[in-house]
């Protein structure tokens, strides 16, 4: 999964309603004792993510990035705002690309991989065909067997396909 940044601008426009519910889905899932690694929010021709180092518990504007005219085949992207994407940025790309009802997504750390969802290889040449086949199994799929990217149209619908960590099969 090598992507590379053709453009950096400054600063964009944050959805406060979106960042809010960020916010609220950071906090929803702490509670439940599961630690987010990153969110992220589809609007228009592209979406906001967290970028790397972002503390979930104080999530803020300057911790988004926004990313658009993703080209997976040239393996580049715009990007505006200040940092760098969460290596999971792309895999959300994809569920955004290939599944147009989620607006929200959400990657979280998992001790072990889950037997119950398709799994997906960031770290191969065909992840992109991987998403799309995990996506055909319902709205999470398991990467790399330490993370879990769940999705939805909204942010309860994201966190819903999230597990308990003592749900978790190892």
Same mark, same amino acid.
Request: a neutral charge; aromatic letters at 8%.
């Given at each position: ?12 426009? /944050? ?61 580049? &992207? ?28 959400? *990657? ?16 191969? *040449? ?15 799929? *398991?990467?790399?067997?330490?993370? /879990?990217?769940? &999705?939805?149209? *909204? ?16």
């Amino acid at each position: 999964m090598n992507m590379t940044t053709i453009r950096k601008q400054a600063s964009f426009p /944050v959805k406060a309603d979106f960042l809010e519910e960020l916010q609220r889905l950071a906090r929803m899932l702490k509670e439940r004792g599961i630690e987010p690694v990153s969110l992220s929010y589809r609007y228009g021709l592209g979406f906001a993510t967290t970028r790397q180092g972002t503390d979930l518990k104080r999530l803020s504007e300057k911790d988004l990035l926004w990313i658009e005219q993703i080209n997976f085949d040239a393996g580049t &992207f715009i990007l505006s705002g200040m940092g760098e994407p969460q290596r999971s940025a792309f895999l959300h790309a994809a569920v955004f690309r290939h599944r147009s009802a989620a607006i929200f997504a959400v *990657t979280v750390r998992v001790n072990g991989g889950d037997i119950s969802r398709p799994k997906v290889s960031s770290s191969e *040449t065909a992840w992109l065909d991987q998403v799309r086949v995990a996506l055909n199994s319902g709205n999470a799929f *398991t990467v790399d067997d330490t993370e /879990v990217l769940s &999705f939805g149209c *909204t942010v309860d619908d994201a966190a819903a396909e999230i597990r308990d960590p003592q749900e978790r099969l190892a």
